[in-house]
Structures are given as C-alpha cells and as structure tokens.
C-alpha cells in the first residue's frame, strides 16, 4: 500500500464565463417565473485544485482533450494512480480543468441538440490500444472487461459548441488567479493550449500530449499532410497566428508527447492514420518555435525504452515511468524548484 498522500488545502472553482440577462422585469412570485429579468452564468471552466505542504512553486494546470473531462488525470482506468497523486506526491500543486461546456463545466449560453453517439470501438482504434477487437501485443494496458468499461465511460461529449474563444478565455482567466503555472494538455487540449498561451504571460513552459493541431506565424503554415480518411485533415488542421503573438508562444518551453504504434506509412485505419500525420506536423511546429527561438521538442517515449503506450501515456501501466520523463524535462528547464 502506498503512504498516505499530504493535501494542505483542496478544493474547486469556476472560473471564466460569461454573464447574460433576459430582457424584461423579473417576477419573484411564481414557482417557475419565466426568463424575463433572469441572468445565466454559463460557459466557465470547473477547476478541482489540490495542494501539498511544502509545494513547489509551479503549479500543474492540466487541461483534458476532446473526448474526456477531469476525469482524465485523476485514477487510471484500471484504478492506480493518475498524475494527479503521482504529482501531489512529487511536492506539485495540480489544478484539474474542466473546459467550458463539458464535464462538470456543462452550463453554457448557446443551445445545442445532443444526440448519443455509437463510437467506443473507434475510440479503441483511435486511442491506439489495437486495431479491434485485438490489442497492440506490447500495448501499455490491462486486457480485461473491467478496464474497457471504465475507458468507455471516461468518456464526455461536448454539450454545446466547441469554441476555441471561450475556453481560451476561461483558461486565461485561470492563469490570471493563480499566477505562473506548467500547462499540460492531452489531445483536442492542445490547440486550446497553445491559444491560451498567446493571452496569458502566466504560462510557465507546456507539456502536450498527443496533439493534432498546432499554430504558425502568418505566413509560415506548412502545406498539410494528407490521408485517405476525410476526417483526418478536419482533425489536424492548423491555424495562422500574428507573428507578435506566436512570437511570445516561442519564449515559452514547450515538449510535445507522443506513445508507441503509430504507423510511418499511410494506413488504411484511419485511427491510427490520424496519428501518422500528426507525428511529423509535431516536427515541423517544433522547428518553427526553433526558428523564432524557442525551446521545444518531440519526445517519442520508444525513444526513451518506453514501448507499447496509447493515446493515454499518462494513464498506461508505466505511467510512472512516462510521469519521470515529464519530471525529468521539467527540472532541465528549472520548472519543478
């Protein structure tokens, strides 16, 4: 078993949002009084926060993809440790975002009509367990029915729009209350990271894992890397930035993640294609923060003599080992004092 994990202070917040107001007077006689004179507080992003004794000066904002909500770096799938223990253990304040209009962040101000989605055994392929219904054989996961049942209700649709404006403003506004902080992404959470970056000077350095899009200076988009699978190129499309703006994403340190079974030649998957194309767009954006001076990287964890992780590297069977190279990058960079 292991020792008791030390918390100073915990608890959660909403931060962010926005603030409207129906027209009219309100009436505070009927038990269900109609909008009129009524506000809706909506859009803000849920924030859980824990905090050791003794904590180390920066704190972990991390901030989930497209699929999940917090639930993504609490316990694992299988029921050990996510980063959120692992980091409180290491002296880390760690904050646990819920983006705007998802998870425990769901009231928003704009309507939408949701509709249940048939999708986990792409999500298998997509997170690169196997291509279904068989596994990866050196893949960094439990093979068991327990596991996939926990994998597949991990999972949260958005509730409204995804809009990039709003979740960048909630996220800044996180950054303003808190001060400097390592931002860490997982997925659909890097696009947002990298945005949220070119508003707030609070970010102290960037750990992304496993992004699909990125951001240029004006000018300097790279020609895109095609696939056979349509979806692909919606999913990694890349957007253009003010230089000045991606001048100050450069100043910040940034290492880009990437786990194991990623295909080098066009694959007829289109989950696992996803994650060709994605690798060497990685690349180039690391080579253009290089250009504008920046101190970035791809880390590959099979580079490192970590094999067989998902899409999830922080919730795989080694996950301790993959938390170490995260630690280890962020004491090159004078992060983790």
């Known amino acids: ?48 926060f ?5 904590a180390r000066r920066h704190p972990l904002v991390m901030l989930h993809g497209g699929s999940t909500f ?24 760690v904050y646990i975002v819920d983006r705007p209009r998802q998870g425990r962040a769901g009231k928003m101000t704009e309507g939408a009509t949701f509709e249940p989605r048939f999708s986990e055994q792409a999500t298998f392929c997509v997170w690169r367990l196997g291509v279904w219904p068989d596994y990866f054989p050196n893949v960094q996961a439990p093979r ?49 990271g990298w945005l949220t970056a ?32 349509a979806m692909v190129a919606s999913i990694t499309e890349d957007l253009e ?10 100043r910040i340190p940034i290492q880009i993640v990437y786990g194991d079974n990623i295909p080098v030649a066009p694959s007829p998957h289109g989950g696992l294609d996803l994650w060709r194309v994605s690798v060497p767009k990685a690349r180039q954006f690391v080579e253009a923060l290089r250009r504008h001076g920046g101190d970035a990287e791809v880390l590959e964890l099979p580079s490192i003599g970590l094999n ?10 080694n996950n301790i080992a993959v938390a170490d190279a995260m630690e280890l990058w962020m004491n090159g960079r004078l992060l983790t004092v």
């Open 1 to 48: 078993m292991s020792d008791p994990i030390l918390i100073e202070r915990q608890g959660s917040f909403a931060v962010g949002g926005t603030v409207l107001t129906s027209p009219g007077s309100f009436d505070p006689y009927p038990i269900y009084p109609g909008p009129a004179g009524q506000t809706l507080h909506g859009d803000h992003a849920y924030v859980q």
């Open 50 to 54: 824990q905090i050791p004794p003794k």
């Open 70 to 93: 917090g639930k993504t770096w609490e316990s694992t799938f299988d029921d050990r440790e996510g980063y959120q223990s692992i980091f409180l253990r290491r002296g880390h304040p």
């Open 144 to 192: 068991d029915k327990e596991f996939l049942n926990q994998l597949f209700r991990s999972q949260f649709p958005s509730l409204g729009p995804r809009n990039h404006e709003v979740t960048v403003a909630a996220m800044s506004a996180l950054f303003a209350k808190i001060g400097p902080a390592v931002l860490v992404t997982h997925s659909f959470g890097g696009i947002q």
């Open 198 to 229: 070119l508003e707030s000077t609070n970010i102290a350095g960037i750990v992304a894992y496993e992004p699909t899009q990125f951001v240029y200076p004006e000018g300097e988009l790279p020609a895109p890397i095609t696939s056979a699978d």
């Open 241 to 250: 930035v003010p230089s000045e703006q991606f001048a100050r994403l450069a």
């Open 308 to 317: 067989g992780n998902t899409h999830c590297p922080f919730s795989d069977l």
